[in-house]
């Protein structure tokens, strides 16, 4: 948590996370290198997102007229910040170098995912860590969790020695 001083030098406590994971995207995509890129907001979501407002299950990034834009990433407002129903998962523009969404158009056209992995919210711009995906089957699910719960199992017995 960070501390904000007032105009008297007292301080109080201020709310603040550092990301908002989409823990689901691991789990449902082989997920190759991550880059990050910044995002588009008003005033209003960058305060929510701040106070941990935010999610990102369902999300995707989608590339139109060459250019990035996150579909489905859902922005709360708070009592203090309101943002109407329609605006809160309202299409959000990308901001990234040309080289990298041009990487990124290259991996759509070969039928790979661009999937948002966590908002970064720890310094002074609110950045999107996105990733290259390719969607796993449910036998794979099914196999990357027996994995790691025999990887766990593993440790648990060497532990115990």
Known sequence: MAKKATRRGH?????????????????????????????????????????GHGQLRGAYVTVKNDELYL????????SSVPIDESSQTRTRKLLAKRREINALIEAKTQGRTIVPLEILTGGRFIKLRIAIGKGKKTWDKR????????????QRAIKNL
């Open 11 to 51: 301080k109080h406590v201020v709310n603040q996370v550092k990301s908002i994971q989409n823990r689901r995207a691991r789990h449902d995509y082989e997920l190759d290198d991550s880059m990050v890129v910044g995002l588009e907001l008003t005033g209003g979501e960058v305060k929510s997102l701040r106070m």
């Open 71 to 78: 579909l489905n990433g859902t922005i709360n407002g708070t």
């Open 143 to 154: 196999q990357t969790l027996r994995k790691r719960d025999d990887d766990r199992t593993a």
